[in-house]
């Protein structure tokens, strides 16, 4: 399993993170894994982010930017 695979943009991980920004935002500057709807592991270091989510499944991984630097749409 390659956890840095790109899981497609309609995947239900990809829809939760757009849909649950409050919750997403909490881990500003940190790496996030997502399996399903749920957030289930976090950090700075990406590798331990990794080797954590795995054991959940295949995560979505997700960079949280600060808020000052996210660009919203329309």
Known sequence: MNPLEKKTDDSVESIWIC???EEVYQYE?????VVG????TH???LERVINEA???????LKFV????FVIYGN
């Not at 500057?29 to 894994?33: L, T």
């Not at 709807?37 to 289930?40: A, L, M, P, Q």
């Not at 930017?65 to 000052?68: C, F, N, S």
């Open 54 to 60: 795995e054991k959940y499944g295949k995560p979505l």
């Open 43 to 45: 950090g700075e270091e």
């Open 19 to 21: 849909k649950n920004p």
């Open 29 to 33: 500057g940190e790496w996030i894994a």
């Open 37 to 40: 709807e749920k957030i289930v």
């Open 65 to 68: 930017e600060p808020a000052e």
